[in-house]
């Protein structure tokens, strides 16, 4: 046998077809990261011959790809905003919609100097790494109630060098001094149990603690207003993603804990994604 080339190992994403909706995409970063090469560097040699040890890696990531396992989970990493973070079973992979709301932060604290933010539900770390990584003169604190997921932060701010940014174990506000901030920021479960998005694609494979509230996903997101204004400062903020038909209702559950300034912003898939009183 003459040996795979990488153009026939790219042919292997017709096996992803109605299973994944972005086969080649997958397909090439599985062969990326077994040759240890970019994606130009694919399209530059496909007639380059895989070795067997790279074969063999390549067919034993694709067969995990293909019984579902999220290309996060089987590379072990994602990149979000400008970092690459290391994701684990332990948290949510980050999304690009969140970049949404990482945007909305920096226009919120882009006047303040020195602006202290805490993010709800951090997982990976990945909103307040990417805050912090914009502005070297915030502070900012990530708190999960997974300290699984509060070691992943850790691991990814030591990896990114990070200084400005501290995590800790906490049940929402529970676990948390008075402190109070000039942004609060989260991204928290906001899915119905009931619904049959959790047993598509990647979710399937992410904590449920992450993904799922109660009362049709949204008893976090009213806990979390409900108890915010006790730790923001005067003019403070609440920035806060929710699921797209959640937007009405977020608006509501702020106006009624006596928020103003309400204002939701759309996702890169043009729904309304995040809100902010
Ligand atoms: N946006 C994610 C999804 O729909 C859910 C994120 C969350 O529950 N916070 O898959």
Known sequence: MSGVSIAQAMAYRGQLAG?????????????????????????SWPERVLTASELEQFQAHFTRRLAGEPIAHILGSRDFWS????????????RPDTECLVERALEIICELGQPQVLDLGTGTGAIALALASERSDAQLLGVDYLPEAVALAESNRLALGLSNVCFQQSNWFAGLPRTQYHLIVSNPPYIDSDDPHLFEGDVRFEPRSAL???????????????????????????????????????????ASRGFSDIDSRRDYGGNERITMG
Request: glycine share 6%.
């Open 19 to 43: 299973l994944s909706d972005s086969a080649d995409l997958d397909t090439a970063l599985l062969l990326c990261r077994c040759l240890n090469r970019s994606r130009s560097y694919l399209y």
């Open 212 to 254: 799922v509230a109660a009362e049709g996903g949204m008893a976090d997101i009213k806990h979390i207003i409900q108890v915010a204004p006790d730790y923001l400062l005067a003019g403070g903020v609440l920035l806060l993603e929710h699921g797209f038909q959640q937007a009405d209702a977020v608006r509501q559950v702020l």
């Open 83 to 94: 970092l690459t973070l290391a994701v684990s079973p332990a948290s949510l992979i980050p």
